[in-house]
């Protein structure tokens, strides 16, 4: 907006396009200016002092863990203004929902244990390995068939089973 002023200010002037565009003519003075507003002050103090506390606990904490740390510390900041700031910070926490944040990765070149048992993950196709049919007359109350590979049962398989005379 403070853009759009400067570029229109000699043919309009300020205040007309300030009372256009519904922006107080004094807040436009003020960011013109270059002087930070309080808050603008604050955020920086703020995000001093979160960079600091979580240096300070190995960088772990997340912003609720910061913002009662903060507490503790004496400082009355709402938790999300320190999530806020966090974020714009770049700054986060060690964990994400009980998950770990990976803080190593292994190199191409570092040395990995043999597979000694000589695993193949690789799937054969549909009737591939483990593939077989298992007869369930009971469950579909009269002759009927069920395949079962690789412990899934496939999409087809799941419909023939929906199909008998007590499914709905």
């Avoid at 904490?61 to 966090?86: A, F, N, S, T």
């Avoid at 770049?90 to 244990?113: D, L, S, V």
Wanted: aromatic share 6%; hydrophobic share 30%.
């Amino acid at each position: 907006m403070s853009a759009f002023i400067d570029e229109n200010c000699g043919r309009f002037g300020v205040e007309p396009i300030c009372r256009a565009v519904e922006v107080s003519d004094s807040a436009y003075y003020a960011r013109r200016s270059g002087v930070p507003s309080a808050s603008e002050l604050e955020d920086a103090r703020l995000l001093a002092l979160i960079r600091t506390v979580h240096k300070a606990n190995y960088e772990a904490y997340g912003y609720r863990r910061m913002w009662k740390e903060l507490k503790r510390r004496g400082e009355r900041v709402p938790r999300c203004q320190v999530q806020r700031l966090m974020r714009e910070g770049g700054i986060q926490g060690a964990k994400r929902r009980g998950r770990p944040w990976r803080t190593t990765t292994p190199g191409p070149e570092a040395h990995r244990r043999p597979d000694l048992v000589e695993r193949d993950f690789s799937a054969g196709g549909p009737r591939g390995a483990g593939g077989r049919r298992l007869q369930l007359p009971a469950l579909l109350g009269g002759a009927g068939v069920l395949r079962v590979c690789d412990r899934r049962l496939q999409p087809h398989d799941r419909r023939l089973a929906a199909r008998g005379p007590h499914a709905r």
